[in-house]
């Protein structure tokens, strides 16, 4: 089956500074990379995704690239804020086609330190 | 918007009981959620309901877990009986998925029930 590795598990930077997680899957067929950020006793919230048919998306300060014949992905944010500071997960999914579901397979996650 | 509601928040029994923990997913989504998270496991998926069926319940640990849906606004995740290792978070969440084509549809977390057994 499916199996996502993420690293780094911690990671901490100064405000400001860049920050930069990376995940790799197994399955090829995957199709679909969300990023979840899990703030300290709140459930995961989805971030930004990333279907396979686009090797790059960008949302204001974050960004996710993918590489299908690396089988991996990237989770980019830049100019980090204090509020960036949590918990964020990878995930892969063949994206539910032919009759199957959305079953997304989490990576075991980075925990973000943005410090002032 | 309420967002996907789970209750209760904390629970702490003791090893032998009996644990039922509800989801109520946003109105209007189709497909329901139940996963596991630890610190060793990650999360985990347990099951997936699909229009109150369940599709894929290959994610439960053994018999002595049970979900149900009774009803598009309701869902009940049982342990009995409970078991130290059971102690970890469960999120119930839910998403719409569209008929006759593939779902990339995000999926919605509740806020999580932290189960603690002794």
């Known amino acids: 089956g499916e199996n996502v590795e993420q690293h780094p598990s911690t990671l901490s930077v100064q405000e400001g500074d860049s920050a930069v997680i990376k995940c790799t899957y197994s399955d090829s067929a995957s199709n679909y990379f969300p990023w979840y950020k899990q703030e300290l006793g709140k459930g995961p919230q989805l971030i930004i995704d990333i279907r396979s048919n686009v090797g790059e998306k960008k949302d204001q300060r974050i960004a996710v690239t993918l590489n299908k014949t690396a089988k991996h992905f990237s989770l980019h944010i830049t100019e980090t804020q204090p509020e960036d500071s949590a918990v964020y997960f990878c995930?892969?999914?063949?994206?539910?086609?032919?009759?199957?579901?959305?079953?997304?397979?989490f990576g075991a996650g980075t925990r973000l330190a943005v410090h002032p | 918007d309420a967002g996907v509601i789970q209750s209760p928040r904390h629970e702490v029994t003791e090893m032998g009981q009996e644990v039922t923990l509800r989801c109520k997913p946003i109105?209007?989504?189709?497909?329901l959620f139940w996963y596991r998270q630890t610190m060793m496991r990650g999360l985990e998926l347990l099951i997936y309901?699909?229009?109150?069926?369940?599709?894929?319940d290959s994610g439960m640990p053994e018999d002595r877990f049970s979900a149900k849906m009774p009803n598009a606004s309701f869902s009940t995740l049982k342990i009995q009986p409970s078991e130290p290792r059971d102690s970890a978070v469960y999120f119930c969440?839910?998403?719409?998925?569209?008929?006759?084509?593939?779902?990339?549809?995000?999926?919605?977390f509740g806020p999580g029930t932290r189960l603690t057994v002794l």
């Open positions: 995930a892969a999914s063949r994206g539910g086609g032919s009759g199957g579901y959305n079953k997304l397979i």
């Open positions: 309901f699909n229009n109150n069926v369940p599709i894929d």
């Open positions: 109105s209007g989504h189709n497909s």
């Open positions: 969440a839910s998403s719409l998925r569209l008929a006759g084509g593939s779902s990339y549809n995000e999926q919605f």
